[in-house]
Structure formats: C-alpha cells, structure tokens
C-alpha cells in the first residue's frame, strides 16, 4: 500500500481539494481526483526527505519559544531603526558564518528560523555546505564577532543537539 500511496495524508488531501476547486462531485471529478491523488505524490515521492529523527524534543519546545521571542523583540529593533528620522541609518551588513550543522533538516530549520527573525535574512549557502551568508538589517562593523558567537549560541547549537 505505501508503493501506491507513499504520503496518505497528502493524498487523501489532494483528492478532497481537487473536489473542492472543481465544485463537483460527479463520477468524472471523482476520477480525475483520485488519479491526481494517487500521481501528485507517486511523482513527488523521489523529493521527499526522510522523517527528521528529533533527539530533544523538551529543547526544541524551548528553541521555538526563544525563536518567538527573538521575534517580538527583533520587530521592535527593526520598527524603531527604520522610524527614526536622520538619527543614524541603519548599518545593513552581510555576515559569512561558519556552518557546523550537517544535518539537512537543521539547516532547512535554521534557514526558516532566520527568515521568520526581523532583521536578518538567509542569502547563500556554500555548494559544500561550509559556510552561508546572512544579511543582517542594522549591524556595526565591530559587532559581528559578537553577533556571529550569539547567534550560533541561540539558533544553530541547539539545532545540532536536536537533529544531529
């Protein structure tokens, strides 16, 4: 049954969605909708990664409300830096950080968790893997040390301890 239907869930929302767009239930729709059920994601099965292993779920709990956190408080730095007038403009700044994490899962999560922050914003990644380019909203040029070790510390250690 998993050969035919590698991802039920997805499938069985396929055919209802299907269903639901074409506003029909005729015998014609049905069919069209379970062949799409069952093709969508026979043709996607070769992309799909395997399920992430999650080796401490209490620290991810925490790493997901430290990241809403970092949220809140990186909305008002971002809000306040682009609302004064004349003071100081913002310093935008590109990072190149060293990349520790192995796993595909962890840094597809750390890719996700920098684009969801304020101010900072996931650009490029090395072919091999060994290092990626963040962009950061407002940083000086003698902070980045501090903020690479910090950011580490608070999205990407954790990480490694989660998936790796």
Same mark, same amino acid.
């Given at each position: 049954?998993?050969?035919?239907?590698?991802? %039920? !869930? @997805?499938? &069985?929302? =396929?055919?209802?969605?299907?269903?639901?767009?074409? /506003?029909?239930?005729?015998?014609?729709? $049905? +069919?069209?909708?379970?062949?799409?059920?069952?093709?969508? %994601? !026979? @043709?996607? &099965?070769? =992309?799909?990664?395997?399920?992430?292993?999650?080796? /401490?779920?209490?620290?991810?709990?925490? $790493? +997901?409300?430290?990241?809403?956190?970092?949220?809140?408080?990186?909305?008002?730095?971002?809000?306040?830096?682009?609302?004064?007038?004349?003071?100081?403009?913002?310093?935008?700044?590109?990072?190149?950080?060293?990349?520790?994490?192995?796993?595909?899962?962890?840094?597809?999560?750390?890719?996700?968790?920098?684009?969801?922050?304020?101010?900072?914003?996931?650009?490029?990644?090395?072919?091999?893997?060994?290092?990626?380019?963040?962009?950061?909203?407002?940083?000086?040029?003698?902070?980045?040390?501090?903020?690479?070790?910090?950011?580490?510390?608070?999205?990407?250690?954790?990480?490694?301890?989660?998936?790796?």
């Amino acid at each position: 049954m998993r050969r035919l239907l590698p991802a %039920p !869930l @997805l499938s &069985a929302a =396929l055919f209802v969605l299907w269903l639901v767009l074409a /506003r029909s239930a005729s015998v014609g729709q $049905l +069919i069209v909708a379970a062949i799409a059920a069952v093709a969508m %994601p !026979l @043709l996607g &099965a070769p =992309l799909l990664q395997p399920r992430p292993r999650i080796r /401490r779920p209490g620290l991810l709990a925490r $790493l +997901i409300l430290r990241v809403g956190g970092d949220v809140v408080v990186s909305s008002y730095l971002v809000a306040h830096g682009v609302l004064r007038r004349g003071d100081r403009l913002p310093g935008g700044r590109f990072v190149r950080m060293p990349l520790e994490l192995r796993d595909p899962n962890a840094i597809a999560a750390l890719a996700t968790i920098t684009t969801v922050i304020p101010g900072t914003v996931w650009t490029e990644l090395a072919a091999d893997r060994s290092w990626y380019v963040l962009h950061v909203f407002d940083l000086r040029e003698d902070a980045v040390d501090a903020f690479v070790a910090r950011y580490k510390r608070r999205y990407e250690h954790p990480l490694k301890e989660i998936f790796e």
